[in-house]
């Protein structure tokens, strides 16, 4: 079974990546942009709506 990844932009610099569910904290969580330290809640970091269901049905 393939795992699932959830895609993520930062807000401030508009870096794009992407990272699985489980290596990611809670959507209501803080996050903190690996490229320019920004942080926010992580559910800000989805790049679609879609991204946010995916995290919050598999964390």
Do not use: I
């Amino acid at each position: 079974m393939e795992e699932a990844y959830v895609r993520l932009v930062c807000p401030e610099c508009r870096k794009e990546w992407q990272s699985t569910p489980s290596d990611l904290p809670a959507p209501e969580n803080r996050y903190t942009c690996p490229d320019c330290g920004e942080q926010r809640r992580l559910a800000e970091f989805m790049r679609t709506d879609r991204d946010l269901e995916t995290l919050r049905e598999l964390h």
